[in-house]
């Protein structure tokens, strides 16, 4: 049974814990502001990225620009991005154990498959398991910025005009709110048509000075973005998760905190009711 002296230097170090979990709440809750305001500037431009180059692709010749060129499936390339750290909750398994199920489909099919990881927990979990990785990139958690999707969406684009591999795919925590992060499989090359609809007119495009010269500069740029913008979304989802796990935590170190006053008040009363008990006894023997 633990003594008082025991369960008070306990009650000190839950203490201790629940100041730290409240500070990295606090600190979590400011760097998600800053990461959901840069996520809500950055979607519309993605998205409607997304929209024209689909239009595009959907008028272009597949062969007037080798990222619009679609080649039988033999190797596919999946990038998981994960963040460096932990005390996050679920957010970085959740995003592994996806990337696993969806690398498993894939080998199921037939297919090669290169990995490549985003950030230190994703790495360390397929070195621990001698799983080999094409390309990793960490230091990113915290410091996105345009250059980092620069040279990301470099490789990704040189392995597939080398054609080194015939489909890429970008696994990723998509934000949707504090509460809510979802787990997104998006593919990245070879850039696929938008589905034409009876309801929607996608207007043809006059190209200047040619095609060949919007697509060079477009198309790239257009990876760039989209590889930004699962940076940005993975940042704002990993600190939502952290502070709501830093939260749970800092409630559970109360709820433990007051355990432990209960179980000290009763171990102290016990003792008290002890020592007179023995007074009493002692007076006893003396008459």
């Not at 305001?37 to 998205?47: D, F, G, Q, S, V």
């Not at 033999?74 to 592994?96: H, M, P, Q, Y």
Request: glycine residues 6%; hydrophobic residues 40%.
């Amino acid at each position: 049974m633990p003594t008082l002296r025991d369960i008070k230097r306990r009650i000190g170090s839950v203490k201790n814990t629940r100041q730290i979990t409240k500070a990295m709440k606090m600190v979590a809750a400011a760097k998600l502001r800053k990461a959901q305001t840069k996520i809500i500037e950055a979607r519309p431009y993605a998205n409607k990225m997304a929209s024209v180059l689909g239009s595009l692709a959907l008028r272009a010749e597949r062969d007037v620009h080798p990222l619009l060129l679609k080649r039988p499936r033999k190797t596919v390339e999946v990038i998981i991005l994960t963040g460096d750290r932990g005390l996050c909750g679920a957010f970085n398994s959740n995003i592994i154990r996806r990337g696993v199920e969806f690398i498993k489909k894939l080998r199921a099919d037939g297919l090669d498959v290169n990995i490549c990881t985003i950030g230190r927990k994703g790495r360390d979990y397929f070195k621990r398991r001698d799983i080999p990785l094409r390309k990793m990139w960490t230091g990113l958690s915290g410091r996105v910025s345009y250059f980092n999707a620069q040279e990301i969406a470099q490789d990704i684009i040189d392995n597939y005009i080398n054609e080194t591999v015939d489909e890429v795919y970008l696994a990723y925590n998509e934000f949707r709110s504090v509460m809510v992060q979802r787990v997104t499989i998006m593919k990245l090359l070879p850039i696929e048509p938008i589905e034409e609809t009876g309801e929607t007119f996608w207007p043809d495009f006059i190209y200047e000075p040619s095609a060949g010269d919007i697509y060079d500069r477009l198309l790239p740029k257009h990876i760039e973005i989209q590889v930004f913008r699962a940076l940005l979304e993975s940042q704002a989802s990993e600190e939502a998760a952290r502070m709501t796990a830093m939260e749970n935590a800092t409630k559970n170190s109360d709820e433990m905190i007051e355990k432990l006053t209960l179980q000290y008040n009763k171990a102290r009363q016990a003792a008290i009711t002890k020592e007179l008990m023995d007074i009493v006894g002692g007076v006893e023997a003396l008459k």
